[in-house]
DNA sequence: CGAGTACTTGAAAGATCTCAAATTAGGTGG
DNA sequence: CCACCTAATTTGAGATCTTTCAAGTACTCG
């Protein structure tokens, strides 16, 4: 499976210097495998470690009071998890794997080392916040304001586009690999209700179902039934100066 | 009106050397007014501005396809506004003052050449961006998984305590400085269950109303009806390494 | 004092949830 | 490979919550 690496990621919106590439590499160098449904970290756990997803797709999760479940993200390759760590020494969600994946620990005290020696991969990190951060604003409008329905349809797209772009070769075809009631905790929906949304859904043609696999038989109508912000990339630190290395 | 600043809500979690501290008041000198209702970014607008709020009181919103405003967050003195254009290089969400504000400009490029000299001041912004993320991630959790009720009362709450934040003169009586249909822009409600939901919590006792002013009458209680994940504050970057400064 | 905006209340429609039960799918031990 | 067991999905019916529409009241600003 092909997948994108934290430097990567980085590196389509900052050109990196041999040295600053060479420090992201060592800090993501270990691996460790985490099977499907494990958990990764708890929620409210201490901790100073934080880890970069690899391969595989995580979502991370916090719980209420009420014992219910919010699914706040889902995470893919390059992605950061568990970045609270830097700045609260726990963790504000639980992580757990929604595929077998491998991910790289690392300690919160290398990954400011190399932010202090190189300055610009600091920025990095904001930027990743940022990104996050827009991610989960869209997602509160998309909650707050909009119906079943449009919940249901924005986050197959979603989950399509992001296996997309850590896998090419996926089409209109895909395996979410999450149950119904994990897609409610996700939109804020009971399973029920889910269930009747998608069912709405292929009734009205804009995909199919078989088998756990879903495929996009009508993308605009899914797009419009979904009526979400459409937050193109867009992230970009090329104008960052260089900086002389320590 | 007793106001943090950003030197202050940074030096609360990092101690900050002589020239770290100077070189923020440096980049937060200049002074712009906004009046009450005027609109400070507009959502989508290209600049490389972005401010700090040093006094008053700021909300940012998203608007939707339809129409429909989506508030996503309120701002206090001491944050930091449209820090998007630092990666976006465009404002993704409108700002507009609730209050009489004032703010200080900031070029990115600025901020950059200062997080450049002073590595740390970085790691401090990355730092605030995770505050604004997990303040996002428990405002979603709270919209997508409580009852109305509920969310009335959790936004009182939260205008109450950033209001005594910057002003810890504020007791349980309040000036929330908000329309209803305001409040139903940030809790995905309508004005006029807005309405009914705080005629409910006063007709309970949890609070009383006149002109305008609200006053917490059962904070205890008022806190039950919020059900919110109470995620306190808990920044600390103390125990980053110091460096030497070019 | 007048006009516009915000607030308030009622009644009915619509969306979503809850509860309950039937069906299907997947995994495991024999 | 089968039989069983559990988890997941599916569907129906009624209850509950929230919205919509409509109308009247209160406030504020010029």
């Given at each position: 499976m092909p997948a994108l690496s934290l430097v990567d990621r980085i590196g389509a919106f900052l050109p990196l210097s041999t040295?600053?590439?060479?420090?992201?590499?060592?800090?993501?160098?270990?691996?460790?495998?985490?099977?499907?449904?494990?958990?990764?970290?708890?929620?409210?756990e201490r901790s100073t470690e934080l880890f970069a997803l690899k391969s595989g797709m995580m979502m991370g999760y916090v719980l209420l009071d009420d014992g219910s479940r919010q699914i706040v993200r889902f995470l893919f390759p390059g992605d950061l998890l568990s970045t609270n760590v830097i700045t609260y020494g726990k963790a504000h969600q639980t992580l757990v794997a929604v595929a077998d994946s491998v991910v790289a620990p690392i300690d919160r005290a290398q990954l400011v080392e190399a932010t202090l020696r190189f300055p610009r991969l600091a920025l990095a990190l904001a930027a990743i916040e940022q990104t996050e951060g827009a991610a989960l604003a869209d997602r509160l409008a998309g909650i707050a304001k909009t119906s079943a329905r449009a919940r249901v349809a924005a986050v197959l797209l979603e989950l399509r586009d992001r296996m997309r772009r850590s896998d090419p070769a996926i089409g209109d075809s895909f395996v979410p690999g999450l149950t119904q009631e994990e897609i409610g905790d996700a939109t804020g929906l009971t399973a029920v209700h889910v269930n009747r949304m998608l069912r709405k859904l292929e009734d009205q043609g804009l995909i199919a179902r078989m088998a756990g696999r879903v495929t996009i038989l009508d993308e605009p109508a899914l797009h419009r039934a979904a009526d979400r912000v459409d937050r193109q990339a867009g992230v970009d630190l090329s104008w960052l100066p260089e900086t002389r290395e320590a």
């Open positions: 040295t600053e590439r060479a420090a992201l590499l060592e800090l993501t160098e270990r691996e460790r495998g985490v099977r499907r449904g494990a958990t990764l970290v708890r929620q409210n």
